[in-house]
């Protein structure tokens, strides 16, 4: 996903450039793809709502959200803010929350996607059992028994 603002779209184009970014085209080996006439700016990603790419460093998808199953697109800017952030060397990125992107998986549909799901879903739990064994470290321990302020007194 990204921010459609147009400085952000500025730089994306320029790392896509600086990638030997061409389309990915079904049907099309790279060779023909890298031999399109494609214009890589700000203005061609903001027409764009979706736009797969081949890259030096790998395949990149740009996308303006994430489908929904009752079809509503989620924008960047609802993601963003479930979404985790990871340093790199000098960078930090957005990654989607894992939550999102099963559900868009399960949207689409698509075969690849439903091959997809099963990892997804075993990562899922054990996210979520992480998070319970977590949320119960946090708390403070439970006493068992009568309990007892002090010494007692009554000797």
């Keep these: 996903m990204v921010r459609r603002a147009r400085a952000n779209l500025d730089r994306l184009a320029a790392a896509l450039r ?4 061409r389309l990915r085209v079904t049907g099309m080996t790279d060779a023909e793809a890298r031999m399109l006439p494609v214009q890589i ?3 061609t990603l903001d027409m764009a709502g979706m736009s797969t790419w081949m890259t030096d460093a790998g395949p990149f998808d740009v996308l303006a959200g994430l ?12 993601l963003a803010e479930r979404a985790t ?3 790199g060397d000098g960078f930090a990125i ?16 698509r075969s690849k996607d439903k091959e997809a799901l099963p990892e997804l879903r075993r990562l ?4 979520r059992g992480t998070q319970r064994g977590m949320s119960q470290a946090a708390r403070p321990p439970q006493r068992r028994g009568p ?3 002090g010494p007692s007194l009554n000797r």
């Design 147 to 149: 309990s007892h302020p």
């Design 67 to 78: 489908e929904t199953p009752d079809g509503r697109l989620v924008p960047y800017e609802e």
């Design 124 to 127: 899922q739990e054990r996210m």
């Design 18 to 21: 600086e990638m030997q970014a």
């Design 41 to 43: 700016d700000s203005a």
């Design 85 to 87: 952030v990871v340093q």
């Design 94 to 109: 957005r990654v989607a929350a894992l939550d999102d992107i099963v559900r868009a998986k399960e949207s689409a549909n």
